[in-house]
Every structure is written in structure tokens, then in C-alpha cells.
């Protein structure tokens, strides 16, 4: 099967068995429904006795950008719709109607429903309405004395490549191999290098129009739209602190990912690392390329390269990473993630990350990069690299990139943010930023990562770990961070049974970060919305974060959590804290408790604020720092005490850990941990009879330690998903998947898509390539071959033709088979015309009107279907009643039986009229 249909037929899978069906259970059955359907708006809802399949077929082009559209409900989002024949299609366990649905994307409604600011927002009262009073959030008054966007000491030169084309599998259009080259002048040694990749845009566009497309190649008078020039501000102030920069282009894979089950990860991945090997070659003094090149021979450090990917190609260059292997000439040492895409949700181990979430995003308008931060949470034993979150208020989508940027890009550009009226993220909103600024921004934090990534200077690596400082060159950018790993100790975690108290006026619970079952959901207590708890887009194999809200109604009220483990040599406690929409600010003091009884009352060097209603970032958890003073011992019968200095407030709780300046070296990384991909299709053969099948899912990598994965396994035919966690041992070479259904003695195949969709998420020591694939289990029955047994036919007038067609054996589908008129083998005969068949059935089967003309030259063309487990069916052409010539008339058919074999001889049929 074509790689590119198999990826439509996993997706559609995949949209019926995910929705609706929580993890471990199996999709409930709804109430008997009749059957119906309605449109509305170009959405149709077909409801049918499992629930709804709601189709929308875009009458205008679907806004080019890198969030996928989704359908939503009111405020919740029933999910994300995959291709299908022209349309968008989406299977729920539950009856809609037309006029329910809203399609949106980036925070845009595209069709159906209207929805309000606050539906928009997902964040119900949490959104601002233009009557609101919008909260200002303070900018950070630190400034870090070092700032890593002051220029560098290096002139700089630059050059442009263009390599043959690649092919990528199941892209039918071979990929460029062009890159922007920016590098110091003079500057001695091995330098490390940095890779730029940009997200999802217009791939081509009119000079002097204003027509843009997504097609590639680009069809005749437009011209590629250089979105990979649109990093050069940032690649000039890398290289004149001598770094080597390059900005590749990947046009030819936004021309073609729509129906890419992974949106075009795995394919921005091999084209990123394909690039890193050229520069391998050329480090190397050798390899293909422009003159300019031959300067890079011997001042390239491959083994400190950082990768920056903007929006989908943020999600390209993680996926890069995890695909690291042993015999790789290069080293990806870090990277940073700019507005960037997660649908895979997977954890590249070992690699110090850096996401730029901007607050105004109207493209990925869910901020679903968080989860590149939180996901890495306990992911790996001994994974230790610093993973910072860093929310840009007023940035949007697009302005990261000049070539996105209107009065700089070649091609039209927008502003992605869509309500220009907007009170937090309009053009006229207080902290909105312009381009310039959102750049200036982009530069300080990607220089900081660089720094601090592929260099032994610590001089940045404040803005990076949650410390309350700002650079002088980010300007009036109000811009907050949280970090994970580095040095830091888990003591406090709502998602594994925290254990805590109140006291009086104060209440604490724990939450969900949506709903599966264990918690009531923290999405509805207050109506805010958080990118730390979505479950994504597609919403596979979702484990639900959990956060603890604590709530209070006077001063000095208490919370008291017990710490998990030992303090150890900490500096600081980093509590990160969700302020949701509140009246006034909640201020609180933190109380640690030591084991001798005695207790130490510290301020926060910052205390949290409400931020202003935006698509999610009102939910988005803010470091809470307090300094701890020396001597302070916590124990497992200490306490860490949320005191409240406000008089009344609600924040949610996330976690909290002891932390202190520096890096520490992973000692895990995605070669030292078992390592899944699943192939895009697989085979599984089953004997006749058999009662149930086993998927063999090789593992690879060096893993020394016990690792886990969780799988999902759907059952296109019902829905049902069946979600089992596995544990990898050191050494093991594969996990065996049980799959239970009785197969007959039918002959099977994948034309019809797979029997089971598998999807995989690393869930500790392990990491996952290819998350998603198909498995056809294949019957033992051998495959049969068309027969029939007698060609010849005959018919008088207002008869049929009729021909048995058969198949030595059942198959699993419908098989079909196209019968067209061929000439006559004997030419003294004379051939049926169009017009002795039934006019209403040759209409239909004649590429013409029907007339005097020989079916042949005509164009006849029909075709035989034999159903499922069927061994026969019948071939008839309708002749009308009343024709009248003399003698007899003839007609030749070929059979196509090319798909399943067998010598057929033209079908001869023979017509004697009356008259």
C-alpha cells in the first residue's frame, strides 16, 4: 500500500478508537441511536448506533499554519479530524448535530458555531472580555549582568548551498537541500554549530501578487518562499560570538505533510540530520558543496551542535535528537523549541531543551510545547539536563521568523494573532510586542541556550533555570521562567500522592488536569485552562497531570506538604504555582519546617501574579523562589507550609523542589535507554482458526536499567482501546503484544486499511521513534486467483449478458473488478452498439452518449464486485427490449485481474435478435 493512503487509513483509525475512550477502558456504547444525517455549514454528522462521524469539507483553503484544525464543542474540543476524500473527518462515541460543532484552529472559527471570547479562549470566565480590567504582569527588575545578546567580537560572512534533492519516504516530490550559512571570520579551534529549522508555512508565492499556496514544487511564475532566511538576525549575533550557524529549508515537506499521520516530524527529523551530516563531510574537508565551504574544514565542533525549531520544526528537531545512533558524526547537545508543536508527545532523554511559549500565540494557540518541559519529569533515571519553559507575554506565532513578519518577508505575511481588538493581545494590547522586539527577545534566550549548551560559561545559564532575572537586550518584554531537571530535587509532587494538611480557612485537593477518572478535573473548579494539563490534540495514551489546588479565606492560613526526600545541598525551594483569574493578587510566605522542630519564615524572591485571559496561558505555572538560609535540614518529617499573606486566594500546586546554581551531567541519554519505533505498517501472520495473533515490536538501544512504555491498541472495527503498559528489561530485544480475535479462512490483506492501530509513548527509560503504526494480521490462506468457468454468454433482446465470476477462495473485503469492452477477436463479426444497452445503464457506463458506435470505441467500462467472504458474483450487461437488426451481434470484455491473478480469456457475449 502507498505510504502516504496507509497514513490516511491509520489516522482515520486513529480518530475513531481514541476519541471518547478514557485510558485502560474500552469505548462505552451509546444508547441505540436511528440512524441520520444533517449538515450544516459544510459540516455533516452522520449518527449511527456507536455515536457520530462528524465531515468537514473546507469551501475555502484551510489556513496555512502549524496547528492542526480541531472540532470543538462549546469550549471542549471533541478532537482533531484526519484527511479524507477532500474533506475532514472525525468519529465520536456520542450524537451530535451540525449546529453543535465549531471547526477552529490557531483560536480562528473556520465553521459551524459561533463561539464567544471565552469558548474561544477555552478558558470560560477565565478569558478577558473587552470590559474587563486586563492584569499587567510586572516585569522582572533583576538584570542578569551578562547578557548573552551583546554582540561578539567576530566579523561575520555567509553563503547559501543548494545540494541535490533528497527523497524522503512517502513523500512523492523529492525534498530541497538548502541552507543558509552564517559563520565567524577568524575565529580559531573547533566551533560548535547551530541548526535552524522553521515550522509549517506558505511554501510558494506571486512576486508582485498577493497569491501565497502550500503546493510543491511550486507551480509555474511563483517563486519558494524563503522562510529559512528569517533567522538571520539571530544567526549573525551567533556567529559573531563564534558559533557556526545554518538555516536549512523544508518547504518540500510543508508542501506535503498534510497527510502525514506524525504532521511531518519523522520527515523534518531525517532532513535535519541529513543536513548535519553534509556539515559532518565538510568538517572534514570533504563532500559537495559551494567554495565557501572548504573554509569550515577543521573549525566545526559536531559534537556541540544545538538545533532551534520553530513551531512544527520545534517537534522536527526533538524527533532529530531521539533518532541519535551509535555511529552518528555528530552530537546534538541541546536544543530550543520556539513556539513549537508536541502532537507526539514524546521525550528526547539527555537533551537540555529550552521552549519559548509566546503568550499571544495564534497559531499553536494551546501553547502544547509546555509538555516538552513537563513530560520530562521522571522520565529517565539519571537524566539530568536542564529543561527550561520560558513565556514570552505579547510575542506571537509568527513574528520569531522576518520571512513571516509583513514590511520584511519576501512573500505576504500576517500578524497570527487574530482579533486585532483583543484587550491582552491586540496590536494596540500594553504588553503586545512588536516584531522588532519579539526578535530582540528570540535572540537574548537562544544566545543564553547556546551559551550555556555547547560552552563552559555559566554566565547566562540564569535566564535559563527559573531564577527572576531579565536581559537588558530582551527590552520592555515581560518574560517568565520555570525550569526543570539540573540541580534539583524532587520533594513535592501533586501527580505521585502528595501528602499535605490545612489548617483553618485554608482547604487543599487534589485535581486533574482533565478528567480520567482518578480526580475531579482542575479545568473546572475556576474555569482556567492550562497547557501543563492538555491532553493534546489527538489525545492518545493521555495520563492526566495532576496539580494540587490550595485555596484560602483569611491571613496566616496554613498548608503543610511533607517533602518525599532529603533537601540535600539546595539553595533554594522552586515552587511552580498556577495563579488562575482572581480578583485580586493571592500572596503567601513559605514556612519550611525542619526535622528539630524548628521553622524558618521565608518571602519569595517574586511572588506569582494573575496573568491576563489568553488562549491557555492564563494556567501556565510560574517559579515561586524562595532563598533558603543556611543550615536549614529537610527531612521526611519535615514540612515545606504555604502561609497566606493575602486575605484570601486560589493557586494550584504543581510541584516543588530544592534546586541550586549549576549543571549536572546526565548520565542517561536517548542511547543508554531502550528505544521503540514502530514501523508505519506491519504483518502479523495468523493461522486459520487462530484465536489470537502476537505483534513483535523490536527494542533497541544499551539500556542497563529496567525501562517502561505504555501502548494503545485500537480496534478500528469498534472503537475500542485497549491501553496496556509494558516493562522493558535490560537486554530485552522485543516486546510481544497479544492481539485477540478469531481469524477465519478467508484471505486477508491491508487494502482496507489495518486490522489494529498501535500508538506508543515512552513512559520511563525508554524513549519512542515511530509512535504510531498499523497491523494487518494476516490469515494463513493462501491467496486466490479469479476463475470463470464458462465466457462464453448469450441474450436475446431485454436480456442480460451474465458471466460468473469467481475467486478460488473468500477474502476478507470486497473485491473489485474493472471489465472493459475490447475490440472484437474476429473481425468479421459486428460489435453491440451503445445504444442496444439500456439507456439509463449506458449513460452510466459509456464515456459517451449512447449511439450507433461499437461499445468498444465507445468507451464501456463496468466492473464486478464480489462482497466480502463471497466466492462468486455475476457480470451482467443489460440489453435492451426491442432492439432489432439482422443476424447476431457481439461483444468482447477484458477482465482485469491483475490484483489477485489467474488467466481469463476475453469474455465473449453474443446477442440474437428477433428480428
Known amino acids: 500500500m502507498n505510504v502516504r493512503r496507509w497514513s490516511l487509513v491509520l489516522g482515520a483509525a486513529l480518530a475513531v478508537g481514541l476519541v471518547g475512550a478514557p485510558a485502560g477502558q474500552a469505548a462505552s456504547e451509546p444508547p441505540e441511536p436511528a440512524p441520520h444525517v444533517s449538515s450544516a455549514d459544510g459540516i455533516t454528522v452522520a449518527t449511527d448506533a456507536l455515536g457520530s462521524t462528524v465531515t468537514w469539507k473546507p469551501r475555502t483553503d484551510v489556513p496555512m499554519g502549524d496547528a492542526r484544525p480541531e472540532f470543538r464543542v462549546g469550549d471542549q474540543r471533541i478532537g482533531v479530524p484526519v484527511p479524507s476524500e477532500g474533506a475532514l473527518a472525525l468519529r465520536v462515541d456520542r450524537r451530535l448535530r451540525p449546529a453543535q460543532v465549531s471547526v477552529v484552529s490557531g483560536g480562528r472559527v473556520l465553521a459551524g458555531a ?65 541552507g543558509h550559512v552564517v559563520a565567524p571570520v577568524g575565529a580559531a579551534g573547533r566551533r560548535g554549530v547551530v541548526l535552524f529549522l522553521h515550522g509549517r508555512h506558505g511554501t510558494c508565492y506571486s512576486p508582485g501578487g498577493d497569491e501565497v499556496s502550500i503546493d510543491w514544487p511550486c507551480a509555474g511564475g511563483m517563486k519558494a518562499i524563503p522562510s529559512y532566511l528569517g533567522y538571520t538576525q539571530q544567526q549573525k549575533l551567533l556567529a559573531s560570538q563564534g558559533f557556526v550557524t545554518v538555516s536549512i529549508s523544508a518547504n518540500g515537506i510543508n508542501g506535503q505533510d498534510d497527510m502525514d499521520i506524525d504532521s511531518g516530524a519523522a520527515a523534518r527529523a531525517v532532513l535535519v540530520r541529513k543536513h548535519l551530516d553534509v556539515f559532518a563531510d565538510w568538517a572534514a574537508g570533504k563532500g559537495a558543496g559551494p567554495a565557501a565551504r572548504s573554509a569550515l574544514a577543521g573549525h566545526l565542533n559536531m559534537r556541540k551542535v544545538m538545533t532551534v525549531g520553530h513551531s512544527r520544526g520545534g517537534e522536527g528537531v526533538d524527533r532529530a535528537a531521539i533518532k541519535a545512533r551509535a555511529g552518528d558524526r555528530f552530537t546534538i547537545a541541546g536544543q530550543v523549541l520556539v513556539a513549537p508543536t508536541d502532537f507526539g508527545q514524546q521525550v528526547a532523554v539527555g537533551i537540555p531543551t529550552t521552549v519559548l511559549l509566546p503568550y499571544c500565540d495564534g497559531d499553536v494557540s494551546d501553547l502544547q510545547g509546555q509538555l516538552f518541559v513537563d513530560q520530562s519529569a521522571g522520565r529517565a533515571t539519571g537524566d539530568r539536563a536542564l529543561r527550561t519553559s520560558v513565556l514570552v507575554m505579547g510575542a506571537n506565532h509568527n513574528y520569531f521568523n522576518s520571512q513571516w513578519t509583513p514590511s520584511l518577508a519576501a512573500a505576504p505575511a500576517q500578524d497570527d494573532w487574530w482579533d486585532d481588538e483583543d484587550p491582552v493581545c491586540g496590536s494596540g494590547a500594553p504588553q503586545r510586542l512588536t516584531a522588532k522586539q519579539q526578535r530582540a527577545v528570540g535572540s537574548a534566550y537562544i544566545a543564553a541556550a547556546a551559551r550555556t549548551y555547547l560552552t563552559s560559561s555559566t554566565t547566562a545559564r540564569a535566564l535559563l533555570d527559573g531564577t527572576p532575572v531579565r536581559a537588558a537586550s530582551a527590552g520592555k518584554a515581560v518574560v517568565l521562567t520555570h525550569a ?76 503543610a506538604f511533607t517533602p518525599t526526600r532529603p533537601l540535600g545541598s539546595a539553595r533554594y525551594l522552586d515552587l511552580r504555582v498556577i495563579v488562575p483569574p482572581q480578583k485580586s493578587r493571592p500572596t503567601f510566605q513559605v514556612v519550611v519546617r525542619d526535622a528539630e522542630g524548628g521553622s524558618t519564615t521565608l518571602t519569595p524572591q517574586r511572588s506569582a501574579s494573575v496573568l491576563p485571559g489568553a488562549p491557555t496561558g492564563a494556567g501556565w505555572a510560574q517559579n515561586v523562589r524562595v532563598r533558603l538560609p543556611k543550615g536549614v535540614v529537610l527531612a521526611p518529617s519535615s514540612s515545606i507550609v504555604l502561609r497566606s499573606t493575602s486575605s484570601r486566594g486560589v493557586v494550584y500546586l504543581l510541584d516543588v523542589y530544592g534546586s541550586a546554581p549549576g549543571l549536572v551531567r546526565s548520565t542517561a541519554n536517548v542511547l543508554t535507554v531502550a528505544r521503540l519505533s514502530l514501523p508505519a505498517a506491519t504483518v502479523v501472520p495468523v493461522a486459520v482458526g487462530q484465536q489470537s495473533a502476537t505483534l513483535r515490536i523490536p527494542v533497541r538501544g544499551a539500556s542497563e536499567r529496567t525501562g517502561s512504555v505504555r501502548l494503545g491498541i485500537i480496534d478500528p472495527q469498534n472503537g475500542e482501546t485497549t491501553v496496556v503498559d509494558r516493562v522493558i528489561r535490560p537486554g530485552q530485544t522485543s516486546l510481544d503484544v497479544r492481539l485477540a480475535r478469531a481469524w477465519d479462512d478467508a484471505y486477508s490483506d491491508s487494502e482496507d486499511g489495518p486490522d489494529y492501530v498501535v500508538v506508543a509513548n515512552a513512559t520511563h527509560n525508554s524513549v519512542v521513534d515511530g509512535y504510531i503504526g498499523g497491523v494487518v494480521a494476516r490469515s494463513a490462506a493462501e491467496r486466490p486467483h479469479v476463475v470463470v468457468d464458462d465466457v462464453e454468454a448469450s441474450a436475446s433482446p431485454g436480456q442480460g449478458l451474465r458471466w460468473v465470476v469467481k475467486l478460488s477462495g473468500p477474502v476478507s473485503r470486497d473485491v473489485e473488478m474493472t471489465v472493459r469492452a475490447i475490440p472484437l477477436p474476429d473481425p468479421t463479426w459486428t460489435e453491440l452498439a451503445g445504444r442496444d444497452l439500456l439507456p439509463g445503464w449506458a449513460a452510466d457506463h459509456l464515456a459517451g452518449a449512447p449511439s450507433a458506435a461499437g461499445v468498444s470505441a465507445a468507451g464501456l467500462t463496468t466492473s464486478v464486485v464480489i462482497p466480502a467472504y463471497a466466492t462468486s458474483a455475476v457480470l451482467e450487461i443489460p440489453v435492451r427490449a426491442g432492439v432489432s437488426f439482422t443476424g447476431v451481434r457481439h461483444v468482447a470484455l477484458g477482465l482485469d485481474t491483475s490484483e489477485f491473478g489467474g488467466v481469463v480469456p476475453p469474455l465473449i457475449g453474443t446477442v440474437t435478435s428477433a428480428g
Open 114 to 178: 459561533k463561539l464567544t471570547i471565552a469558548e474561544l479562549k477555552a478558558g470560560g470566565s477565565g478569558g478577558a472580555s473587552r470590559a474587563d480590567t486586563v492584569p499587567t504582569v510586572p516585569a522582572v527588575s533583576r538584570v542578569l549582568d551578562r547578557d548573552p545578546a551583546k554582540p561578539g567580537r567576530y566579523r561575520t560572512s555567509a553563503f547559501t548551498y543548494a545540494l541535490p534533492s533528497v527523497h524522503i519516504p512517502g513523500y512523492p516530490a523529492a525534498v530541497e537541500m538548502r
Open 484 to 559: 526543570l531537571g539540573g540541580r534539583r530535587t524532587g520533594l513535592v509532587r501533586a501527580d505521585v500522592s502528595p501528602h499535605f494538611r490545612a489548617s483553618a480557612h485554608a482547604t487543599a485537593s487534589v485535581c486533574a488536569g482533565f478528567v480520567d477518572g482518578s480526580a475531579r478535573p482542575c479545568a473546572r473548579d475556576d474555569s482556567v485552562q492550562s497547557p501543563h494539563w492538555s491532553p493534546l490534540q489527538w489525545g492518545w495514551l493521555p495520563v492526566a497531570p495532576h496539580a494540587v489546588k490550595v485555596a484560602w479565606t483569611a491571613k496566616a492560613a496554613r498548608v
